[in-house]
């Protein structure tokens, strides 16, 4: 059975903890608290791929606000696939479920990946997000001699 996108209830997010740790860093309750307040609260939202109840795949959509150099936004700040569902088109389905929601409230998405990630660079380019810039991008939390890529997709060019 295909996984379908969905935005994310409570059990969805306690249920995509999980996933959180096979590529950061902390522990089950502490991602289980951080992805249930995007369900909760405002300028946040968690979309999740799922076959049923078994979450297979998230993207994280907010608001960021900071006092670093990286522009006030609407940025995707966490996107995983589990490993046996990658390269179906669930990253894909994902972001464009976030994108959707974002182009109710901005005339912009932003993103950023570490330079090395090449399946999340093809996966940005082929969504249509373009780099702003390299290195150090200033996000708050990452570090500060960090290699990553900011993006950036446009709502009001051309598609
Ligand atoms: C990056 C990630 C989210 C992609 O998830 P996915 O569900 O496998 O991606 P999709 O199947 O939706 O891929 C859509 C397109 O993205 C590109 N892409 C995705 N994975 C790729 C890979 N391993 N190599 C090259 N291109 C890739 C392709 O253009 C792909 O389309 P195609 O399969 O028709 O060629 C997944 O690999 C992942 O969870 N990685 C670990 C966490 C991570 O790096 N998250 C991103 C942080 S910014």
Sequence with gaps: MRA???????DDAARA???????AHGD?????????????????????????RCV?????????RSACQAP????LVGLVVAEGSRRTGIAEGLVSAATQQARQVADALWSFYDVDNRPSAAL????????????????????EDDRHVLVRRSFTGPE
């Excluded at 903890?17 to 590529?23: E, R, Y």
């Design 124 to 143: 940005h380019t082929r969504l249509g997000f373009l780099e702003q810039s390299r290195g150090r991008i200033g996000f708050p939390g990452l570090p």
């Design 72 to 75: 006030d936004g609407y940025y």
């Design 17 to 23: 903890a999980p996933l959180a740790l096979t590529v």
């Design 28 to 52: 089950l309750d502490e991602w289980r608290q951080r992805l249930k307040r995007d369900v909760s609260e405002p300028d946040r939202w968690l979309f999740v791929a799922a076959n049923g």
């Design 4 to 10: 379908r996108v969905r935005l994310a209830d409570q």
């Design 56 to 64: 297979v795949g998230y993207c994280r959509l907010s608001m960021v």
